[in-house]
């Protein structure tokens, strides 16, 4: 028990510390944050106002006036960030940036939106997409990251910052082709025997997730 | 009239012979003494009450330490899927900017709480805040309306609002949660509820001892377009190229709804973190109180157990010189 204790009490002052990189507060507070706390010390004044997102949250630069050379891209997932304001820079840039001769270090990002696959790059002009289950690619260079996304929006700012939600992401080599194939006869025959709307769209849902997973392994 | 004193002397010590355990608990507990009745007539005084005291605090002293260990190790488990969800709501509040003071006709409030109790003043925080919200929100024309996640802020938001609720949620962390439950939640909420405005109050998990009380809002897509078009801080959402879909409005309503689920699977995190770390620190100074009324109980016990002894010997040693001269 004694073992125990001095675990716990070893551990404790490391999930403070890790917890401390969120606790900073940022004097951002912009004007809908003072309206909000004079209101609320107004009618209730026993009580501190609750906090909003806003000041836990990292300000973004903003819009520069001429392009910008770099991408900063932030890719979310509900159980993991999987890239985190990630820069990406395009040194040998020019008004044209894309297919220069020397592609040393050019990066692109292309996304699957509902429109078909958009690719991204810095200075790309502010953008609100939707997704559709696709493959998301990051070209660095000449490594390029493949990830399956299921569904999810993508943000382009102005100030070339690029946020992509998605609700699962997975990289393509732990999807299973035997599965894949299994998933998506299943689902054909589901959507054969579906007899209400709800259920057929289910399984209309189903196939569209399982050939794109299809055709990103073979293709 | 010997017999008389005598009857007295008997009707006198009958209560203090008669049942101990109930009548001694409900009297002074810190002195409880008794006369019992030893061989040959010689009186003990009784520490049983005292001693049966200690054994329950100290029952009580070994529950609350293991109900701390049991919170530590949940918050250990919780406490990473949190950190991780984190990165989820920040985009929309850097894409839709944070307007908390928006002025709309429909608020709901959805507050999150905890079913078990022990877990310190976390609740009552909350709902403290959701009446403070709807407080700020009445007017003419404007209305609240509640959605309670967790038994602990039913029970209180059940007594006087009754009327301003529309839906009660509870069992949240009968399995660990995750993010498919959470968005068939909020797809329950976004049907049955008309809203312009959601307003989601829960505790933000600082450290093991401080939890932040927080209203993260989501605004409908009407209110967002009337704001956009007002300029101010969501000026430049009109700025932005809207891909896919057929109009505009349908995206951003999918935005809407994608804001609101993601934004409370965060903030059911961030509660169930704040939860266990509050009853980490509850059952931590339960666990002292109840060590401090151990030793005061201990004293105690010594006290009296002394005092009978002396008693005893005082009572042998008159019996031996009254023998002798």
Known sequence: MLRRASMLLARRPILAARARPFSTDLPAAPSADATFTEAWTKVIPNMDPPKTPLSFMQPRPPT?????????????????????TKEFAN??????????HSILSLFLLIVPATTGQMGVLPGHVATIAELKPGVLSVHEGSEVTKYF????????????????????????DRLDVN????????FTSKLSSATTDLEKAEAQIGIDVHSALNSALTG | MAMAALRREGRRLAPLISPRTITAVRSSPLYPTLEDEGPLGVRHISTQVVRNRMKSVKNIQKITKAMKMVAASKLRAIQTKTENSRGLWQPFTALLGDLPSADVKKNVVVTISSDKGLCGGINSTSVKISKGLHKLNSGPEKETKYVILGEKAKAQLVRDSKKDIELIITELQKNPLNYTQVSVLADEILKNVEYDALRIVFNKFQSV???????????STEIVEREAESGGKLGDLDSYEVEG???????????????????????????????????????DSSSRNAGDMLDRLTLTYNRTRQASITTELIEIISGASALEG
């Not at chain 1, 520069?64 to 985190?84: C, D, G, Q, R």
């Not at chain 1, 040194?91 to 220069?100: A, G, N, Q, T």
């Not at chain 1, 599965?179 to 299943?186: I, P, R």
């Open chain 2, 245 to 283: 879909g057929e109009t505009k409005g349908e995206i951003l309503q999918n935005l809407a709804e994608f804001q609101f689920s993601c934004t409370m699977f965060n903030a059911v995190l961030e509660n169930a973190c704040s939860e266990q770390g509050a009853r980490m620190s509850a059952m």
């Open chain 1, 179 to 186: 599965l894949v194939q299994k998933g998506l006869a299943e």
């Open chain 2, 209 to 219: 001892v401080s939890f932040v009380p927080t209203v993260s809002t989501v605004l």
């Open chain 1, 91 to 100: 040194p040998c840039y020019d008004l044209i940036p894309v297919f220069k």
């Open chain 1, 149 to 172: 996304v299921s569904s999810g929006f993508v943000f382009i700012h102005a100030n070339s910052f690029a946020d992509i939600i998605a609700v699962e992401a997975v990289p393509l």
């Open chain 1, 64 to 84: 520069p006036s001429s392009i910008p050379s770099k991408l900063t891209v932030n890719f979310v997932l509900p159980y993991a960030s999987e890239l985190a």
